[in-house]
């Protein structure tokens, strides 16, 4: 076989970290999308446990108000922007290039660019909990709490700057995926070949690139009328507070897909490989996904129902929501039918995958009962939209990442996670979960608000509010035991191969953990699951919704046809550090902005310049690797 | 003058080159940004409760001037594109300079107005109109100003030779964004200029 010599000399520990800093690889660039955003989702994690424990019982003065409104504040950010998202570009990174057969993604420099730009904007949210206190207005910052009269803090400052700054990695990273899967698919992988995964971060990325714009101008506003005096949100001068709301959430609602559709992504995968089944319907799935992305645009006042907005508009938004549910009540049939009448194997990522559905479901209907707005009437600010909110976006996203995180680590790492270890997180989670969220439902509808700092006793929630805070450790006794599952494996656990669950996309064709360059030679695809027609070349002609014999284990079979072009040369991208510099600058602007530090807004700003000159001006390949 | 022909460096999907296609993005992106800023005038336009109002100060005459001076400037850069596609470089670096000093009386024109309505008493801080107004054609004056920097960064490249025929695509995407720009800029003055005006003081206001 072929080898290829790739010089990688990294002997020192500072070495290390220089090849981490200037790294240029997406599996690199993922795994610390991954580790980072793992980090945040813990940050968030000890701020919804301080909740708990302060709403454990009534009357409780654990913290005061004032920092109960960072907590809740903080906690929605930090999940959403810092969580969720960045964990999804994670396995973007990670899995994309392999999926669609590439050796890198289009603009490795802009990825890195994005890593680096999502840490400062991390970071610079999280440091004003140490200067002088975070935003204390809800995750969704509603004016006039923002205004600088109420609100005369740096928190709403910080808030702002730092999305702006997350939106710019958040943009950058989503038209590096775009031109990726449009452009650099391998030969013969049709958009109707495409992995389901590819395919929905193909859909997340437009809605990115589309939706962000509209907070930037929303943040932008804001930022003007508190740094500069300008009058958006001032009714003073005749500004509207609504026009925040409607800016946000016209954002805010295709961002929900944004942090659900990767999810859903990963769940399409992970079924059918455990169930050893195609995917039922798969066109559906795809043609579901899209309408969601488009449909995802027409919905955003039903998170403004109680504003008074009039009967028509109240009517119109709550069509459309209910129509919403159409696309995704036709993923979850399919996802059923998949699974239906397989082989199934319940190991660890199917386990989560299998959960996602359920919880996804209950989530759903919620949603849909808070849809009609005048269920919605009775309903809004109380923890009954608590319980919904988690319902898609923990037993939904964060059940679907921990899939796709024990579905791929082999893939990533070489080595499999322990799958007893696994189970018992999944099944902590699982109780832990619905212990948490489930009797929200309950409080909410008995008229418990959200974001109150403490209650009365005798309201009737005492004994549910009791159970939430013991579901939460639950929880976390999970997570700890999944971290030092993650940790331990990482070193001792099995070795993985090529091909740990007999997989079916092209990620899993390659040694495990993939070489720097990917492929070999960049294969040719001629079906929608191409590495399992190469294993498996005499398909039976077994229809949908039945389900494959176990065949003897032919991977071993070289049976792959490659691209006739012979590569004499793989072309390496070279390391760089300008999009750490390029960052910075953007940092350096950003802590400027919060302290209105006109200086320091040109500082940041020239370096920012300066950092995008040598990074146009550096070759991106400096010297080649001879492959013979 | 020989042609080269230039392939993309790597073969793609769609036969576009990877920079374009992420150029196209990024202006589809683009278009959102200034949609949400013309939607937030719009739903403001009519509604500062103090003066001065659209119809008070805005100047159709001076501004159709400064819109027709960009207007010229994008046809500059499609004779300096065409220049440098056929390997003129000395053509292309005259039009493309000379597209640069039109974005930059551009710029000129967009300054004098801001100094003259400070002058007459509008700022951001004054009303609904001032801020939507000021942040509006700001934003766009600031991708104006990326714009010329470009422009000049590629005069300079092809005066000292870095600019030959293998990097053709790198005018084009710079023409991409001067185009696109200069389109904003005709929505803009319709729906500020053009309508502020026309609809005179009994909806302007």
């Known amino acids: ?628 | 003058m020989s042609q080269v022909a230039h392939a993309p460096e790597h073969p793609t999907v769609t036969g576009i080159d990877n920079r374009k296609l992420l150029m196209w993005v990024f202006l589809a992106s683009d278009c959102l940004f200034f949609g949400s800023l013309i939607a937030t005038y719009l739903i403001y336009f009519g509604r500062s409760v103090v003066g001065p109002y659209p119809h008070d100060i805005l100047d159709i005459p001076v501004t159709s001037v400064s819109t027709f001076v960009l207007l010229l400037s994008s046809f500059m850069f499609v004779l300096s594109l065409a220049a440098h596609t056929r390997g003129d470089y000395k053509a292309f670096r005259v039009w493309v300079f000379c597209t640069a000093v039109l974005g930059s009386t551009f710029l000129g024109f967009q300054v004098f107005e801001f100094q003259h309505f400070v002058h007459e008493g509008l700022t951001p801080r004054t009303n609904l109109f001032g801020t939507t107004f000021f942040t509006l054609t700001g934003f766009h004056g600031a991708h104006v100003t990326i714009g010329v920097v470009w422009l000049l960064t590629l005069f300079f490249l092809s005066l000292r030779g870095k600019l030959g025929a293998d990097k053709n695509l790198a005018v084009d995407l710079a023409g991409l964004y001067w185009h696109f720009v200069d389109i904003v800029w005709i929505v803009i003055f319709t729906v500020i200029y053009l309508t502020g005006v026309a609809l005179g003081p009994g909806v302007g206001k």
């Open chain 1, 1 to 628: 076989m072929a080898s290829i010599a790739v010089a990688r000399r990294e002997s020192t520990f500072w070495d290390t970290v220089w090849g981490w800093v200037t790294t240029v690889d997406h599996k690199r660039i993922g795994a610390l999308y991954g580790i980072t955003a793992f980090i945040f989702f813990m940050i968030g994690g000890v701020e919804a446990t301080l909740m708990r424990m302060q709403l454990a019982r009534p009357e409780q003065t654990l913290v005061s108000p004032d920092v109960f409104n960072q907590l809740f504040s903080m906690h929605g950010t930090t999940m959403i922007f810092l969580a969720i998202m960045p964990l999804g570009a994670a396995f973007f990174n990670i899995i994309i290039p392999l999926q669609v057969g590439a050796r890198d993604v289009a603009f490795p420099r802009l990825n890195a660019f994005s890593y680096w730009t999502f840490l400062a904007g991390g970071l610079l949210l999280n440091s004003s909990w140490f200067l002088g206190g975070g935003l204390n207005a809800g995750w969704f910052a509603y004016s006039p709490l923002t205004g600088l009269t109420y609100n005369p803090g740096h928190g709403v400052d910080f808030w702002a700057v730092s999305l702006l700054v997350l939106g710019t990695a958040s943009m950058a990273a989503a038209f590096n995926f775009i031109v990726t899967i449009v452009n650099m698919r391998a030969p013969g992988m049709s958009l109707t070949r495409m992995p389901v995964f590819t395919w929905m971060t193909l859909i997340v990325s437009i809605l990115i690139v589309t939706a962000f714009p509209v907070i930037t101008v929303a943040l932008i506003e804001l930022v003007f009328d508190r740094a500069f005096g300008f009058n958006f949100f001032n009714v003073f001068a005749g500004g509207d507070p609504l026009l925040w709301q409607h800016l946000f959430w016209v954002f805010g609602h295709p961002e929900v897909y944004i942090l659900i559709l990767p999810a859903m992504g990963i769940v399409s995968e992970v079924l059918p490989v455990f169930s050893r089944k195609p995917l039922f319907g798969y066109p559906f799935i795809i043609f579901s996904g899209i309408a969601i992305g488009v449909m995802g645009w027409m919905v955003w006042a039903h998170h403004m129902f109680t504003v008074g907005m009039g009967p028509v508009a109240n009517t119109v938004f709550t069509l459309t929501t209910i129509t919403i549910a159409v696309p995704t009540g036709v993923k979850i049939f399919n996802w059923v039918a998949t699974v239906w009448g397989g082989q199934l194997t319940l190991k660890t990522p199917m386990l989560f995958s299998l959960g996602f559905i359920a919880m996804f479901i209950i989530g759903g209907l919620s949603g849909l009962m808070h849809a009609v707005s005048p269920s919605d009437a009775q309903q809004s600010d109380t923890y009954f939209i608590v319980a919904h909110i988690h319902y898609v976006l923990f037993g939904g996203a964060i059940f679907a990442i921990f899939s796709g995180i024990y579905y791929w680590f082999p893939k990533a790492t070489g080595r499999l996670m322990n799958e007893t270890s696994g189970k018992i997180h999944f099944w902590l989670t699982m109780i832990g979960f619905n212990l948490t969220f489930f009797p929200m439902h309950f409080v909410g509808l008995n008229g418990m608000p959200r974001r109150i700092a403490t209650y009365s006793a005798g309201m009737g929630w005492d004994f549910w509010n009791m159970v939430e805070t013991v579901g939460a450790f639950v929880i976390i006794a999970g997570i700890l035991l999944f971290l030092h599952n993650f940790f331990r494996s990482l070193r001792k656990g099995e070795v993985a191969g090529n091909d740990p669950w007999d997989g079916r996309t092209l990620e899993w064709a390659i040694p495990s953990p993939p070489p720097e360059y990917n492929f070999e030679r960049i294969p040719v695809v001629h079906s929608r699951d191409p590495f399992w027609e190469q294993k498996h070349p005499h398909p039976l002609g077994v229809p949908a919704g039945a389900s494959q014999q176990r065949p003897g284990n032919r991977a071993q079979q070289p049976a792959v046809a490659h691209a006739a072009e012979t590569h004499e040369v793989i072309h390496i991208p070279s390391p760089s550090y300008w999009p750490l510099i390029t960052a910075l600058g953007n940092a350096i602007a950003g802590y400027s902005l919060v302290y209105r530090f006109i200086p320091g807004l040109f500082i940041g700003g020239a370096l920012t310049m300066f950092g995008l000159y040598s990074w146009y001006m550096e070759p991106t390949v400096k010297h080649e690797n001879k492959k013979h």
